[in-house]
């Protein structure tokens, strides 16, 4: 049986569907006792685990990420959403969050951006074009730098770009740059328009990152400077993998103590255990080896990779907003859910973040990224 949520989509309920079945084999594996159907979502939430408050946490000591999103993603794939269809919900998506995403990307992104242009070695009279720019973190700071050149960010989300113009004016750089609502894999530029190509945070949204790589090939001159930069972990073999694994060795203690919860696990995980399914089809995909040979595909040069990475400390509402904001799976399901399940999971999620507090622990976020750089022959 399906169930209208939101004009224009439609959600599965009943209690014997492939998707219901999902959810059992997901509570199962979450070790989440199932409870009696309670209507759309096929599941109660658990009982918060007071002396426990990372049982589901981070996942580390039970059951990984990674078997998580494998779960997930059985029987997700084959709901047949055209590319078309997958962009039109990412896009409206962006629309609905744009002021919070805006808020968040200037408040903790900054230093990445920083680091693409710092990358890109951005001249004054560079032509610059940012894919999925969203609300013009890179294209605004890049627009500072080539002030006697000319930038253009690039998103399909109208929304993302409306705060991205109202930032233009209100920092005096209209002039400077301009957003254009525009398909990445499409890009609407004549060949070789630009001397650098940036993009952050935004590769894996699309459904064919290659055609991307291609046509931000395309529209670079010889000897133009892509920069990429996507969520990631450093390489296991780098100095900053060597620090990252041995801190990740004592988060585990942390999480299995009950004074750990990181960022987006904690909410995937709560929202498998108040049985809804975050949206699998948008969650960023995408592996590191895959860039680098992308970026060789698509005919780049020279291409190289670093990482740069901070955490953040945060407070249970600054935890819970930016996950609702930045993890696409949650966001995009969340956006749909009633609102009494959106509120009963969200008094959950602070609760469980207060146990962790009251324990002395910490709630953390990561913000990192792994920059693909490249030339143009
Ligand atoms: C995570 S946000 C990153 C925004 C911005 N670069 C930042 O770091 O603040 C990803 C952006 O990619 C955009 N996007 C996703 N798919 C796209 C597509 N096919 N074409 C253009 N933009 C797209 C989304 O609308 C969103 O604004």
Known sequence: MFCNTKPGYFRVVGAISASSCQKARLCDALRAKPLPHTGSFGYRAAEPTKQSPTALGTGIGSVSRRRVFQLLDLGMRSRGQTASDYKRQDAAS???????????????????????????????????????????????????????????????SAGMLEQASAKARRSGLSDAVAFR?????????????FNAALSLYALFHFPDPLAAVREMHRVLRPGGRVVIGVGSRPSLFSWNGIV???????????????RLLTAPQFLLHLMCEHGMEPDVEHRPKGSRTRISRMLRQAGFKRVYRCWQGHREELDPEEFWNLQVTYASEARIHL???????????????????????????KLIYRHAAMFYAGIRD
Do not use: W
């Open 94 to 156: 962006y629309d609905d969050a744009a002021a919070e995403f805006d808020r968040l990307t200037e408040r903790f992104s900054g230093p990445l951006a920083m680091r693409i242009l710092d990358l890109a070695r951005l001249r004054p009279t560079d032509q610059v074009l940012d894919v999925g720019t969203g609300t013009g973190l890179v294209a605004l700071r890049a627009a500072a730098l080539a002030q006697n050149g000319r930038v253009f960010g690039i998103d399909h």
């Open 244 to 258: 990252q694994g041995t801190r990740a060795a004592r988060e585990r203690v942390a999480a299995a103590s009950g």
């Open 335 to 361: 956006q749909q859910a009633a609102p009494a399940d959106f509120v009963a999971l969200k008094e959950d999620f602070l609760e469980r973040c207060r146990s962790v507090l009251a324990n002395h622990g």
């Open 181 to 193: 609502q525009m398909d990445a894999e499409q890009l609407e530029f004549p060949d070789r328009s």
